[in-house]
């Protein structure tokens, strides 16, 4: 059975209308100013506040406090989320960020579904962020040593040269083979984290105090030699390195 509504009539639309400005009127708080004064940009961007803290107290917006819901282990990952995923559906409130949380949440699936652990994800940039720094600080020193300040040159000093040592390819190819072969014999995938051509230690807090010195210290010099070949590779060859440790677990048994 079908049922008909009555069309509003003009004047009722009108007075629903009139209701509505006046909700916003006193939303904004400017009941007191002219009719002309009281939708001014300044009124609507107050209703537009008021009505996110109407949204914070529903729910439909988290602070950095709560982000550690959606991201397991993460600890202030507000900023690393706007600057690395371009991440934009947020506002500021004095020194609080606040990030619409199904967005949040779509997010969160997006990077499950990629198999991306997003702590771990952060603690693989700071990593690659040191190791270039490392690489950077040596070149700036090599370069301040180029220029320093005058200097005194006896008449017989000429005649002493040299050329950079560039390794062949293939011993670079040759040592990196050797050290896969070592992660694999040696049941480093126990410790060790590899991703192309970068590597980390797996030692968090506070598991970190129980592994034993010779281990993480075999672990750490296998991380130098392997980034290190890795980077040599890729600026002789341009080519990276691409290392997939064996699927079956059974294969790092010695």
Not at 75 to 102: A, H, L, M, Q, V
Not at 138 to 160: E, G
């Amino acid at each position: 059975m079908s049922h008909t509504f009555p069309m509003k009539t003009q004047e009722q639309i009108l007075r629903e209308l009139s209701q509505i400005r006046e909700a916003i009127v006193r939303i904004a708080g400017t009941p007191e100013l002219p009719p002309e004064e009281q939708f001014s940009e300044a009124s609507l961007d107050k209703v537009a506040l008021e009505l996110k803290k109407l949204s914070i107290k529903r729910g439909e917006w988290i602070d950095d406090r709560d982000l550690s819901r959606y991201f397991k282990g993460i600890c202030n990952g507000g900023r690393f989320i706007r600057e690395t995923f371009g991440f934009n559906d947020f506002f500021k409130k004095g020194k609080s960020y606040y990030y619409r949380k199904s967005s949040i949440i779509r997010l969160s699936q997006e990077l499950k579904s990629r198999n991306v652990d997003l702590a771990r994800y952060m603690e693989l940039k700071e990593s690659e962020a040191k190791f270039q720094e490392k690489i950077s600080a040596v070149a700036a020193a090599n370069k301040k040593q180029k220029k320093k300040p005058p200097f005194q040159l006896s008449d017989s000093l000429k005649d002493i040269t040299t050329e950079d040592f560039h390794p062949a390819v293939e011993i670079v190819e040759a040592e990196l083979s050797k050290l896969g072969e070592q992660f694999t014999n040696e049941n480093l995938s126990k410790y060790i984290d590899v991703y192309g051509g970068h590597a980390m230690m797996k030692f968090r807090y506070p598991f970190s105090g129980f592994a034993e010195k010779e281990i993480k210290s075999k672990c750490r010099r296998w991380c130098d030699q392997y980034n290190m070949a890795c980077d040599a590779l890729s600026k002789l060859s341009g080519k990276g390195k691409k290392f997939t440790p064996p699927e079956d677990p059974n294969a790092y048994e010695l």
